[in-house]
T-cell receptor, first 109, second 113 residues
Framework: QKEVEQNSGPLSVPEGAIASLNCTYS??????FFWYRQYSGKSPELIMF????GDKEDGRFTAQLNKASQYVSLLIRDSQPSDSATYLC?????????FGQGTELSVKP | EAQVTQNPRYLITVTGKKLTVTCSQN?????MSWYRQDPGLGLRQIYY???????DKGDVPEGYKVSRKEKRNFPLILESPSPNQTSLYFC????????????FGPGTRLTVL
């Protein structure tokens, strides 16, 4: 079983809709969680991180963490075509960062 | 400008020919890491370093070596490359790992024939 799992997608949403990206992890010792965005042919870039249960908001992005269910999600409100990318979830375990396989998001105008 | 640089950006080589991919950061970051990215497998950590002279294995260290003699540099060494090491490689750095932005280099696309 992969330690960090994401829906591979692709996930397609219309412009202006809410995109919901999900991630589960298997190691309860995971300390913090990260969401990265990666455009095709580019390096990953950090969107936000979360380490406490609950919601964390940053502009149009909201990360949600539920440690009891071992579940992390990223909501993107008012999705724009420029949000079309692959979204990577990662869990911090000791000194390691474990990534999921990524979810491809396509926002249609 | 704060950045992580990698060289070379593209490399085609043959099986068994030793190579080094350099990584350098100018942000005085303590934590540095190497990843490989393969289709369907996502990013997998090869090695990481918490500070100078402190390195540890990630999830896929076989066939790779690293060193951290200076804070800014973290080279990745393939002593005897094989075709299954054909991949896109990223170096990254951050002040620490917990809750800090990890900056990624531009990537090195390696092909081993």
């Amino acid at each position: 079983q992969k330690e960090v799992e994401q829906n591979s997608g692709p996930l397609s949403v219309p412009e202006g809709a809410i995109a919901s990206l999900n991630c589960t992890y298997s190691d309860r010792g995971s300390q913090s969680f990260f969401w990265y965005r990666q455009y095709s042919g580019k390096s990953p870039e950090l969107i936000m991180f979360i380490y406490s249960n609950g919601d964390k908001e940053d502009g149009r992005f909201t990360a949600q963490l539920n440690k009891a269910s071992q579940y992390v999600s990223l909501l993107i409100r008012d999705s724009q075509p420029s949000d079309s990318a692959t979204y990577l979830c990662a869990a911090h375990q000791g000194g390691k960062l474990i990534f999921g396989q990524g979810t491809e998001l396509s926002v249609k105008p | 400008e704060a950045q992580v640089t990698q060289n070379p950006r593209y490399l085609i080589t043959v099986t068994g020919k030793k190579l080094t991919v350099t990584c350098s950061q100018n942000m005085n970051h303590e934590y540095m890491s190497w990843y490989r990215q393969d289709p369907g497998l996502g990013l997998r950590q090869i090695y990481y370093s918490m500070n100078v002279e402190v390195t540890d294995k990630g999830d896929v260290p076989e066939g790779y070596k690293v060193s951290r003699k200076e804070k800014r540099n973290f080279p990745l060494i393939l002593e005897s490359p094989s075709p299954n090491q054909t991949s896109l490689y990223f170096c990254a750095s951050s002040l620490s790992l917990a809750g800090d932005t990890q900056y990624f280099g531009p990537g090195t696309r390696l092909t081993v024939l």
